[in-house]
C-alpha cells in the first residue's frame, strides 16, 4: 500500500516559517501532480499549492506570495515553504500525490497523506 508520509508540522509564532515535507513511501508509474491541501475546523479543504510533474505551480489565493512549493527531482518528494505565517494558516495540511498506477490499464489513483497539524500563534 502507497504511503505519503508527511512531516515538518508543528506551533509556530505569527510572522514566523514552516517547512513541510512528503515522500511517497513507494515507486509508482506516473506521478502527475503533487500538491498541499489544507483544512482548519469547521472548514472546507482547500488547496494550499500544487506542481504537476512538469513543474507548473498553482496556489491558493490565501498563500500566494508567501508559500513556494518545490519537488526533487523524481518527484516522489514535495516541500511546502510558508513564510509571514498567520494564526488563519492554523490547519491541518495534507499531502496529496496523483497519478497512473500501472501502464498498461491506464489506472489512476490519488492518494492521501494522514495530515500534519500547524498552528500559528498570534
Known amino acids: 500500500q502507497v504511503q505519503l508520509v508527511e512531516s515538518g508540522g508543528g506551533l509556530v509564532q505569527a510572522g514566523g516559517s514552516l517547512r513541510l515535507s512528503c515522500e511517497l513511501s513507494?515507486?509508482?508509474?506516473?506521478?502527475?501532480?503533487m500538491g498541499w491541501y489544507r483544512q482548519a475546523p469547521g472548514k472546507e479543504r482547500e488547496l494550499v499549492a500544487s506542481i504537476t510533474s512538469g513543474g507548473s505551480t498553482n496556489y491558493g489565493d490565501s498563500v500566494k506570495g508567501r508559500f513556494t512549493i518545490s519537488r526533487d527531482y523524481s518527484m516522489s518528494r514535495v516541500y511546502l515553504q510558508g513564510n509571514t505565517l498567520k494564526p488563519e494558516d492554523t490547519a491541518v495540511y495534507y499531502c496529496?500525490?496523483?497519478?497512473?498506477?500501472?501502464?498498461?490499464?491506464?489506472?489512476?489513483?490519488?492518494?492521501w497523506g494522514q495530515g500534519t497539524q500547524v498552528t500559528v500563534s498570534s
Open positions: 513507494e515507486s509508482v508509474y506516473l506521478i502527475v501532480a
Open positions: 496529496n500525490s496523483r497519478g497512473y498506477k500501472d501502464p498498461s490499464s491506464g489506472s489512476q489513483y490519488d492518494y
